[in-house]
Nanobody, 124 residues
Framework: VQLQASGGGLVQPGESLRLSCAASGRTSDMNGFGWFRQAPGKEREFVAAIAWRGSPTYYAGSVRGRFTISRVNAKNTVYLQMNSLKPEDTAVYYC??????????????????WGQGTLVTVSS
């Protein structure tokens, strides 16, 4: 499975941004897709995950209510809509896919599939 993330950029606090992750290859073998982020000097952390069929979804507490993960199967694309962005959301965002359940996304690692990152900077 190959994953290509895009949509990062520089925004001001309170603004919105939508990230996209285009998937190709044996995507039908995957059980879940997710977004993770890594801020400077910090470890990578789970952000959101979604099941192959589009539900259920899972969110980190820090983004619940502000971020929405979705999937358009016909386009093999996973989105992360980010609203009310805060400076602490600044990070490189990565999309991932796994044969494991999205409920276990916080434990996804080297055996799963990862795309390259896209940088999101929230600053005034």
């Amino acid at each position: 499975v190959q994953l290509q993330a895009s949509g990062g950029g520089l925004v001001q606090p309170g603004e919105s941004l939508r990230l996209s992750c285009a998937a190709s290859g044996r995507t039908s073998d995957m059980n879940g897709f997710g977004w993770f982020r890594q801020a400077p000097g910090k470890e990578r952390e789970f952000v959101a995950a979604i099941a192959w069929r589009g539900s259920p979804t899972y969110y980190a507490g820090s983004v619940r209510g502000r971020f929405t993960i979705s999937r358009v199967n016909a386009k093999n694309t996973v989105y992360l809509q980010m609203n009310s962005l805060k400076p602490e959301d600044t990070a490189v965002y990565y999309c991932a896919a796994s044969t494991s359940s999205p409920s276990e996304a916080a434990n996804w690692g080297p055996r799963d599939y990862w795309g390259q990152g896209t940088l999101v900077t929230v600053s005034s």
